[in-house]
């Protein structure tokens, strides 16, 4: 399948590039479904749609408001009495292409183009290669997308190393029926969800009779968060501590055959099934790591240890070099040790947000 690249220049060349595409017809989709894929047509769920005259959206399908490409969960399936299988949506679930498709162009009748541009709706840990890749491959002529450090994502309007990139947030507003179902859920997957508008799509204008640059509508878009800082008053507390369990983890290392799976898995096992034996998994809790850093003498602290040098390694695949194991100059125990600061700000909870 190929991947098509638009760029289109104008909200004329959407329309045009729309009445130029014959509406495809299949198995599953019926003219009156007006499937019209923006490049190849065996990429159908790639399409642009006709809102109004004056409104298009460019979908990459599976999203919310996508009636004819459902949003993965919000379908589901049975067997009619011949035997065929048959996907029934829940539409009401849906909410609208306007509101959820990665790109809509639209014009007002003073000649206004009005681009409004949208990242994944999900958790700010989520992410999805798809929607980069189209929003790379449709953005307006005169924009460049920027996958960013710490899982962020730009808009351009002036290229990627001038400094203009504007912060294209995760959507967290879902239709109101999803919301509802899950509202009360305790699955903190379902914890980001809200009904309210969070205003994380990007609103770009201009003026089409002149052919003016794209501005940003600055009313649009949510701020962009502030990296994360060390807490230095939480982590002084636990200097000392840290630098004993470094220092007898340092000696124990020769002795550790951390080259055995087998007895990695292991250790892996009994510290989950000490912090939390009746959950199967459970995320890692900075009062966990308190717990053994304050206690020389408590029984996971051979397997936290572990747990860090099987992360601290270099190389690929199933046999990757132990760093631990291998210290020959004060160059490589310094190594060491900033992998290991590294570690605890995060693994410990030093890191916070301001």
């Not at 589901?76 to 065929?84: A, K, L, P, T, V």
């Not at 206690?295 to 601290?312: K, S, T, V």
């Not at 900033?338 to 890191?351: K, L, P, Q």
Request: hydrophobic fraction near 30%; proline fraction near 4%.
């Amino acid at each position: 399948m190929a991947l098509t690249h638009t760029n289109f220049s104008s909200f004329k060349e959407v329309v045009n590039h729309y009445e130029s595409i014959k509406p495809l017809v299949s198995q599953y989709h019926t003219r009156e479904d007006d499937i019209r894929p923006i490049g190849d047509r065996a990429r159908k769920y790639e399409r642009i749609v006709k809102i109004s005259n004056n409104c298009y959206a460019l979908s990459d399908g599976h999203h919310f408001g996508d009636d004819k490409f459902y949003p993965w969960g919000l379908s589901f399936g049975e067997y009619d009495d011949q035997g065929n299988y048959k996907v029934t949506p829940r539409l009401d679930w849906l909410g609208s292409m306007r509101r959820y498709a990665p790109i809509v162009w639209s014009r007002n009748a003073l000649g206004i183009e009005k681009v409004e541009i949208r990242n994944v709706t999900g958790d700010d840990s989520g992410y999805s290669i798809m929607r980069y890749d189209f929003l790379d491959r449709h953005l307006p002529q005169g924009m460049s997308f920027i996958r960013g450090n710490n899982a962020r994502q730009y808009i351009s309007l002036g290229g990627i190393h001038n400094g203009d990139k504007h912060y294209l947030a995760k959507g967290k507003t879902v239709p109101r029926k999803v919301w509802e179902a899950t509202k009360d859920s305790k699955n903190k997957w379902d914890r980001w969800k809200q009904v309210r508008n969070d205003n994380a799509t990007l609103v770009f204008t201009r003026d089409s009779r002149d052919h003016g640059n794209w501005q940003r509508d600055w009313s649009t878009g949510a701020k962009e968060p502030s990296n994360p800082k060390v807490n230095k008053e939480l982590k002084a507390k636990f200097k000392d501590a840290m630098d004993k369990l470094f220092e007898w983890g340092m000696t124990m290392s020769p002795l550790l055959p951390l080259e055995d799976n087998d007895y990695r898995y292991e250790k892996m096992r009994e510290i989950a099934e000490y912090f939390h034996p009746n959950v199967r998994y459970e995320a890692w809790k900075p009062e966990f790591t308190h717990q053994i850093l304050r206690d020389e003498n408590h029984p996971m602290r051979l397997n936290y240890w572990i747990m860090f040098a099987a992360e601290c390694t270099d190389g690929w695949g199933w046999n990757p070099k132990h760093l631990v194991k291998h210290v020959e100059t004060k160059d490589d125990l310094r190594r060491i040790r900033a992998r290991y600061n590294s570690y605890m700000n995060n693994n410990a909870g030093f890191m916070t947000k301001k």
